[in-house]
T-cell receptor, first 118, second 113 residues
Framework: NAGVMQNPRHLVRRRGQEARLRCSPMKGHSHVYWYRQLPEEGLKFMVYLQKENIIDESGMPKERFSAEFPKEGPSILRIQQVVRGDSAAYFCASSLRSAELSLAYEQYFGPGTRLTVT | AQSVTQLDSHVSVSEGTPVLLRCNYS??????LFWYVQHPNKGLQLLLK??????LVKGINGFEAEFKKSETSFHLTKPSAHMSDAAEYFCVVSGETGTALIFGKGTTLSVSS
């Protein structure tokens, strides 16, 4: 049973370019979460999505960042016009059921995408 | 608001000696608490979770944690460290809405032979 898959594992972009990060949740999981890890820091929540819906985007920067989880295919985190401060590791997690139904939900994490902006 | 504080940024132990990684939390309700481990350049792996059942929680690889409500603590322990335990450990609390996880800043565990 494959775990959460993320690609690419490493991504290098010049300032001003776009970055697209992909996440395929575990089989049977329909809830996806994106987190960002800056150097020397813990992970910070960005956004929570279900299929075709953004449920909670309270951690997303107001500009340049967007996320989607279409009916078919992986979840995409898109960063437009990247800046050096966007350099970080971006982790995706998935869960089997909605957190609102139970506090005992578990999130399973992917290996992350390390974005470097030059 | 929920928050979590990991009291040590680095912990160094010798192989075969006990491990103690300290974590205090703040929450306006009874939270779910987790410990995750991250090996270099790898994703995060769930070690154990507390969800208001038994206060002493056993996890994988010999780790366990005790939930102490009076002290708002959820310290991670292991009786005997192994070289393969060297990694970054994160104490995590469920967010207010339940959708987000709130991470501590992490504790780096070093194990020497």
């Amino acid at each position: 049973n494959a775990g959460v898959m993320q690609n690419p594992r490493h991504l290098v972009r010049r300032r001003g370019q776009e970055a697209r990060l992909r996440c395929s949740p575990m089989k049977g999981h329909s809830h996806v979460y994106w987190y960002r890890q800056l150097p020397e820091e813990g992970l910070k929540f960005m956004v929570y999505l279900q299929k075709e819906n953004i449920i909670d985007e309270s951690g997303m920067p107001k500009e340049r960042f967007s996320a989607e989880f279409p009916k078919e295919g992986p979840s995409i985190l898109r960063i437009q016009q990247v800046v050096r401060g966007d350099s970080a590791a971006y982790f995706c997690a998935s869960s089997l059921r909605s957190a609102e139904l139970s506090l005992a939900y578990e999130q399973y994490f992917g290996p992350g995408t390390r974005l470097t902006v030059t | 608001a929920q928050s979590v504080t990991q009291l040590d940024s680095h912990v160094s132990v010798s192989e075969g000696t006990p491990v103690l990684l300290r974590c205090n939390y703040s929450s306006s309700y009874s939270p779910s608490l987790f410990w995750y481990v991250q090996h270099p350049n790898k994703g995060l792996q769930l070690l154990l979770k507390y969800t208001s059942a038994a206060t002493l929680v056993k996890g994988i690889n010999g780790f366990e944690a005790e939930f102490k409500k009076s002290e708002t603590s959820f310290h991670l322990t292991k009786p005997s460290a192994h070289m393969s335990d060297a990694a970054e450990y994160f104490c995590v609390v469920s967010g207010e809405t339940g959708t987000a996880l709130i991470f501590g800043k992490g504790t780096t565990l070093s194990v020497s032979s």
